[in-house]
């Protein structure tokens, strides 16, 4: 399995981004995907993930503001982030974990720049 994200960029506070990423490969093996963060200085940080089923969990810190999708036929699940703080500011990856096994897949980052 094989992720490609895209989308990261600079935005002024309160503004929207959408980040998009690719997935490719043995696809059926996956069970959830997910978007991280990370920081300068802090350790990476779970903000989204969608099952299978299509059901949704967020990070305290982004619910309200972010949306986290999926398109089966794309193979692509995409961040959709609004009223973006200077907080949100991090390099931001997919993942995509496996069903019934350890194995994880990341993309590469994509980096996001908040101004306030």
């Known amino acids: 399995v094989q992720l490609q994200a895209s989308g990261g960029g600079l935005v002024q506070a309160g503004g929207s981004l959408t980040l998009s990423c690719e997935v490719t490969?043995?696809?059926?093996?996956?069970?959830?995907r997910n978007w991280y963060r990370q920081a300068p200085g802090k350790q990476r940080e779970l903000v989204a993930r969608i099952k299978w089923g299509g059901m949704t969990n967020y990070a305290d810190f982004v619910k309200g503001r972010f949306t986290i999708s999926k398109d089966n036929d794309k193979n692509t699940v995409t961040l959709q982030m609004n009223s973006l703080k200077p907080e949100d500011t991090a390099v931001y990856y997919c993942n995509a974990d496996e069903f019934g096994s350890s194995a994880v897949w990341w993309g590469q980052g994509t980096l996001v720049t908040v101004s306030s």
């Open positions: 490969g043995k696809t059926s093996l996956i069970n959830n």
